[in-house]
Structure formats: structure tokens, C-alpha cells
């Protein structure tokens, strides 16, 4: 008969740990971040027509329960006048101000209900008037 020697593979501490968080991550199933909520929309300017490079603010109004209060973020529309934010899938209350050059600022509420959803907010943009050309 043979005699046979034990000829295993020995680990560091240090790989044992990191295999058996391994293990344990594995068996949890994959985390995933919570996906964000959505407020998006257009910006027109009379008589209907898409404003590019209008200047969008958001701005919290009420704040989403247990998240800290989000900062006030500010974008420019692209050239088919579209913008977007996204802000935490929580109940929360915003207010959205669109600017541009020639015209009225315009101020739009828009709410979350909580989850990932996408909320749309479509702003229309009168023209200042000029002097020598009022009514």
C-alpha cells in the first residue's frame, strides 16, 4: 500500500476573510443603487417654439423626508429647449425657474411622489416688452 501526504494548498488569514465576505456579498444578491426620480420638461417661447440655452433652476420648496436638503441646481436647455433633473426618488416639493435673455422669468411648482419616477414640467416664456413698443 502507498502512503499519501497531505499536500494542500495553505491560505493567509487575510484570504480566508476576504472569501468568506466574498461568500456572503454572493449569497446576498446584487446590490443596486435606488434609482433616481426624474423632473424634466421644455422650455417654449410664444408662439410656441423650442428655447435653446434658456437657464433652469431648481430649487427645494420641501425637502424629502429623511434625505438631507438637496442643493439648488441650475442647467441650460439643449437646442430642442429640453432639461432635466435628477433628484431622489422621495416625496419632496420643487420649484422650477426658467430664464433667458428677452423674456419674463416663469416659475413652475413640481412635486415627487417617491419611487423612481419622471415628473414633466413644461414652461412657456413671454417676451419682455420694449420701450417705445408698449401698448
Do not use: H, W
Request: one cysteine or more; a positive charge.
Amino acid at each position: 500500500m502507498r502512503k499519501m501526504r497531505k499536500t494542500g494548498a495553505r491560505l493567509a488569514p487575510g484570504s480566508i476573510l476576504f472569501c468568506l465576505l466574498l461568500a456572503s456579498s454572493l449569497g446576498a444578491g446584487p446590490r443596486q443603487a435606488a434609482e433616481p426620480a426624474v423632473i424634466a420638461g421644455t422650455v417654449f417661447q410664444e408662439p410656441g417654439f423650442a428655447l435653446p440655452r434658456a437657464e433652469v433652476t431648481l430649487t427645494t420648496t420641501t425637502p424629502p423626508e429623511g434625505a438631507k436638503s438637496p442643493k439648488v441646481q441650475k442647467t441650460l436647455t439643449n437646442s430642442r429647449g429640453e432639461y432635466f433633473f435628477r433628484v431622489p426618488p422621495l416625496k419632496a416639493g420643487y420649484l422650477l425657474t426658467a430664464r433667458a435673455a428677452g423674456f419674463i422669468a416663469e416659475r413652475r411648482p413640481a412635486a415627487t411622489s417617491g419611487g423612481p419616477e419622471r415628473v414633466d414640467v413644461y414652461i412657456t416664456l413671454k417676451p419682455e416688452l420694449q420701450k417705445g413698443k408698449e401698448k
